[in-house]
């Protein structure tokens, strides 16, 4: 009997995939370059189930029933172009080749048209949740050829995480690269949620002098109430964890972030875009300025630190910092948001919004009862321009502002840094501005380049040049208009 489906690369996350569609009644056929793993695989986890090791492409997409497809789990980049070009001389008409990788969505845009021009489908999915996802139920974010969607949907959704009443977090995303831009846009927000969590925690223990027990008790009360989500919950967790020596075990840990890139991906598609993506954006630089422990060593000798002064009601504070940390955490999905209908429009993707909270609600490391949230607003209005023009959030980020304000002060007159905090307060008080300094900032391009303004008073479209110091020509730059 053939397989259901074949699967290359029994890494980690491979491995804990296959197991799980085996688990729902799926037969699974796998292959690995170094194809010792196969027969390791085959005579340990895999025993006694229902799986065929293969040790050739070949072999493998013999053993698949029609129309096939071969998932790849395998390193990103060159490995999984190596792999099409090695599956496809073995491939019928209406046969898919699934890439669950980590892939650059560019990288699945091309891939996407090369597979197609060949005559098959191409299927590019976030997989989200680690190890344990992966074997229990990760989210799960497919794009690509739109018709190989009704032939996979049947597997991906019996092994994606479930919701509610069994809600699946896995639907189809769009086309091309939709399914790998989605996931780089979960693990961007995945950064921001941390690094403002990072900044709650410094200002707990910095400005509020908290116990880690203290602290502990603030992050399990936290996963009761709005922030109720995964991250909230692991923190309470690590900050109750002890080293053999009875010591905070987070404390032991050296303050230098790492990062696969992901992140950093993230905020050049908003750059690309012209997208404020600002928390996340500040996350991944503060990542970068934890990886330079060197120079902060040197500029601590240097500056000093003013000294903390907090005499104030511990007990508001904590419940303003909750409010920071919400207000925050909305403007960072809003931006999130902003950069997704951007792409989509961009690359014509047709984004589902609503459905892309429901993928993220369960599975994976952002998981959270407020994504329920955003899928509702996009419920009563799937044409939203803004997560913040949303009636729900609206009064949740007004409520949210005075505490928020009040964390920030405090954390700045402290010299606690928090860029991420900080900097979503000033998008919001920049957003919600009818006016920005951006005229000065016209009237500077036009004195010193000639780039023209628009005014207030006259129809957009109409530009003017001002002959700022008598000396300049009537010329105009029309270099740049952006
Ligand atoms: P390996 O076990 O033979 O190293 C995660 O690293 C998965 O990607 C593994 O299954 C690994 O196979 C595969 N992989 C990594 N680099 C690869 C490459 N250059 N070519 C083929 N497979 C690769």
């Known amino acids: 009997k053939k397989a259901d489906i074949g699967l290359i690369g029994l890494a980690v996350m491979g491995e804990n995939l296959v197991l799980n569609m085996e688990s729902k009644g799926f037969s699974v056929a796998v292959y690995n370059r170094t194809t010792e793993k196969v027969d390791k695989f085959i005579e340990g986890r895999g025993a006694g189930k229902n799986f065929i090791g293969t040790h050739s492409i070949e072999e493998l997409v013999g053993a698949l029933a029609t129309p096939r497809k071969v998932m790849m789990l395998v390193k990103a980049g060159q490995p999984v172009d190596d792999f099409i070009e090695q599956i496809i001389p073995h491939l019928d008409q209406g046969d898919i080749i699934i890439d669950g990788g980590n892939s650059y969505f560019e990288d699945?845009?091309?891939r996407t048209k090369y597979v197609e021009g060949k005559g098959f489908k191409f299927v590019g999915t976030g997989v989200s949740g680690g190890e344990i996802g992966a074997l229990r139920g990760p989210s799960m974010m497919p794009g690509g050829s739109k018709e190989a969607w009704p032939e996979v949907k049947e597997i991906f959704q019996a092994i994606a995480a479930k919701v509610d009443d069994g809600v699946p977090c896995c639907d189809w995303v769009g086309a091309d690269g939709a399914g790998h831009f989605v996931k780089m846009i979960h693990n961007g927000i995945e950064y921001g949620d941390m690094q403002i969590i990072t900044e709650a925690y410094q200002f707990?223990?910095?400005?509020?002098?908290?116990?880690?027990?203290?602290?502990?008790?603030?992050f399990k009360k936290w996963n009761k109430e709005e922030l109720d989500s995964y991250l909230i919950e692991i923190t309470a967790d690590i900050m109750a964890f002890k080293d053999e020596d009875g010591e905070p075990m987070v404390e032991k840990i050296l303050d230098t972030a790492g990062q696969k890139g992901t992140g950093k991906w993230t905020g050049i598609a908003a750059m690309h875009l012209g997208v404020p993506l600002t928390l996340i954006g500040e996350s991944v630089f503060s990542r970068f300025l934890s990886a330079q422990l060197d120079l902060r060593a040197k500029a601590s000798e240097v500056f000093e630190a003013p000294e903390i002064k907090f005499d104030g009601d511990k007990t508001k504070m904590l419940d303003d910092l909750k409010m920071a940390l919400y207000g925050a955490k909305i403007i960072s999905y809003a931006q999130g948001y902003n950069l997704l209908m951007e792409a989509s429009k961009e690359?014509?993707?047709d984004l589902n919004y609503g459905a892309i909270a429901l993928m993220w609600r369960g599975g994976c490391i952002i998981r959270s009862a407020f994504l329920?949230?955003?899928?509702?607003?996009?419920?009563?209005?799937?044409d939203l321009p803004h997560l913040l023009l949303d009636s729900f959030f609206r009064d949740k980020v007004q409520a949210a502002q005075q505490g928020w304000r009040n964390v920030c002060a405090?954390?700045?007159s402290n010299g606690i840094p928090v860029p991420s905090l900080s900097s979503a307060l000033s998008y919001f008080d920049g957003f919600r501005s009818k006016r920005l300094?951006?005229?000065l900032l016209q009237a500077q391009r036009d004195y010193f380049g000639a780039h023209t303004y628009e005014r207030v008073d006259k129809p957009r479209g109409e530009f003017f040049h001002t002959n700022?110091?008598?000396?300049?020509?009537d010329t105009v730059s029309t270099a740049y208009n952006s």
Do not use: Q
């Open 372 to 382: 329920g949230d955003i899928n509702k607003a996009f419920d009563k209005a799937p």
């Open 204 to 218: 707990m223990k910095e400005v509020l002098g908290m116990s880690y027990d203290e602290m502990h008790e603030t």
């Open 437 to 439: 300094p951006a005229n």
């Open 468 to 473: 700022w110091t008598g000396e300049g020509a």
């Open 347 to 349: 690359h014509g993707w």
């Open 410 to 412: 405090t954390a700045i």
């Open 108 to 110: 699945t845009i091309r």
